[in-house]
Every structure is written in structure tokens, then in C-alpha cells.
């Protein structure tokens, strides 16, 4: 078990920072699963990797990128001139996120 247990004051904390309101039951549930958590953490943290090199890539194989390249790219104007609504060469659509919300 980790050395000190996480306190229900600080999940209540934490969840308060990330303006998540809990209940009393989801308080007491969280709780007991992030000290579950670090107490696995603990016991890796146990765990001997001093002659352990670092793993970056579990395959040997080097990514291959193509040249960033833009394709059919003279087709621009043709889509341009067949959307419904453009402004300044660019494609105009709806909004999609309602800011009224957050207020």
C-alpha cells in the first residue's frame, strides 16, 4: 500500500480544479480507486531498471514519410466556385460550437 493513502480531501480537491461536482459515494469510490492506483505505481516504482535500455519503438522499422506534397491542388478554385457560401478564397459553413453555453 503507498506510504500515505490518498485523502478524500484531495480527490474532492482535485475534482474541484477540474470542475467536476462528485457525490458523496462517487467521492468515496474515487477515492479508493487513485489509492489503488498510486499503490501499483508504488510497486513498479520498486521494480530494478538500471540495466534496462530505455523502449522508444517495440519494432525495428524506421517510419517512412512521403514529401508533403498538396494533390490536385488546381482543383481549388472549381470547389470554391461550386460552395454554397465562401469568404476571402475560403469555404464558409455553419458554426458548430454554441458559446452561449458556457455563460
Do not use: Y
Not at 513498479?44 to 540495466?51: A, C, F, K
Not at 481549388?76 to 454554441?98: Q, S, W, Y
Amino acid at each position: 500500500m503507498a506510504e500515505e493513502p490518498i485523502s478524500r480531501a484531495e480527490v474532492e480537491h482535485v475534482a474541484e480544479l477540474a470542475k467536476l461536482s462528485l457525490t458523496d459515494e462517487q467521492a468515496s469510490k474515487f477515492t479508493s480507486q487513485l489509492d489503488e492506483i498510486i499503490t501499483m505505481i508504488d510497486g513498479l516504482n520498486e521494480v530494478n531498471t538500471d540495466n534496462v535500455k530505455p523502449t522508444t519503438n517495440m519494432a525495428d522499422a524506421t517510419a517512412i514519410l512521403r514529401e508533403d506534397v498538396a494533390v490536385n491542388a488546381h482543383q481549388k478554385d472549381a470547389l470554391i466556385n461550386e460552395a454554397p457560401e465562401t469568404e476571402d478564397g475560403f469555404i464558409k459553413v455553419p458554426a458548430i460550437i454554441d458559446e452561449s453555453e458556457d455563460a
